[in-house]
């Protein structure tokens, strides 16, 4: 359960404490690291056929736990307004919604975790914004509400790989 891949996915909760040091350069390096990892530990895992069930939940929840924990330490440091850092995070509402679909139809215990395209497009920018409010960049309303596109765009995506799968 417990190999190279799942340990890169593992290493983003520790970076995501570096937030908690009011370090531009530390926090840059955390996101640096953390997509790094985020980007070839699905690599390693099929690379070495350790992919397994727990990595493919592994890698989205440590995304999703540095991605939270950075959003939060920005809001309280007042550098995000509440309704930016829900609008980052609007895809896992609508990620929530299908996983309700399908215990409603009794499919989620069978169904398969792979990422998912407007999935990967969504973390990236996520981790650019994070870097963007490092250096104290206000962005314009729109590019949060591309995260709810996004997220609208997931959701689509995820209904139609059910109905064609």
Known sequence: ????SNSLSLLRAPLAFLFL???????????????FTDSIDGY?????KSVSRFGAILDPAMDK???YFALTVF????????????AMVSRDF???????????????????YRS?????VSTALQFIVLIGLCINIV??????????????????????????S
């Open 75 to 86: 809001f309280l440091e007042g550098k995000l307004e509440l309704w930016q850092a829900l």
């Open 116 to 120: 998912i395209r407007w999935g990967k």
């Open 44 to 48: 390693v895992a099929r690379r070495s």
């Open 21 to 35: 040091a009011e370090s531009t350069t530390l926090r840059i390096v955390a996101i640096v690291l953390a997509m």
């Open 139 to 164: 962005f314009p309303a729109a590019v949060y509400l591309i995260f709810v596109l996004l997220g609208s765009l997931a959701f689509i995506e995820l209904f139609v790989r059910l109905r064609t």
């Open 1 to 4: 359960m417990f190999n190279l």
């Open 94 to 112: 609508f990620l929530i919604f299908f996983a309700m679909y399908l215990s409603a139809v009794g499919a989620l215990k069978n169904y398969e």
């Open 65 to 67: 736990f540095f991605v």
